[in-house]
């Protein structure tokens, strides 16, 4: 063999290994864009979730609101009542003595 011949068959040997490498870049390549993928879906469904828990928070928050206003409303007009009894009383008392 000649040394044309050698250095053409390392040559050669040089390029089938970059090529073989090349494929399993390229099959790595093409398994990591597959989990970006998947993991930019997952990510997607985490914001959704996310936005939706944000507003069955705030919902909940002003359904609490609402409790606690329903309670003091009934509260308050207990007071009011109680008020207005009172006023009354006060008015027939003056009457009275008219």
Same mark, same amino acid.
């Given at each position: 063999?000649?040394?044309?011949?050698?250095?053409?068959?390392?040559?050669?040997?040089?390029?089938?290994?970059?090529?073989?490498?090349?494929?399993? @870049?390229?099959?790595?390549?093409?398994?990591?864009?597959?989990? !970006?993928?998947?993991?930019?879906?997952?990510? &997607?469904? =985490? *914001? $959704?979730?996310?936005?939706?828990?944000?507003?069955?928070y705030?919902?909940?928050k002003?359904?609490?609101?609402?409790?606690?206003?329903?309670?003091? @409303?009934?509260?308050?007009?207990?007071?009011?009542?109680?008020? !207005?009894?009172?006023?009354?009383?006060?008015? &027939?008392? =003056? *009457? $009275?003595?008219?």
């Amino acid at each position: 063999m000649t040394q044309n011949e050698k250095t053409l068959t390392t040559f050669e040997t040089r390029v089938r290994q970059l090529i073989l490498r090349f494929q399993e @870049l390229k099959k790595e390549n093409q398994e990591l864009r597959a989990v !970006i993928q998947k993991n930019e879906e997952s990510l &997607s469904a =985490l *914001q $959704g979730r996310l936005t939706q828990m944000g507003n069955d928070y705030n919902a909940l928050k002003m359904a609490k609101m609402l409790e606690i206003t329903d309670g003091d @409303l009934d509260g308050a007009k207990n007071r009011v009542s109680r008020l !207005i009894r009172e006023v009354n009383k006060c008015i &027939s008392m =003056l *009457q $009275g003595e008219g």
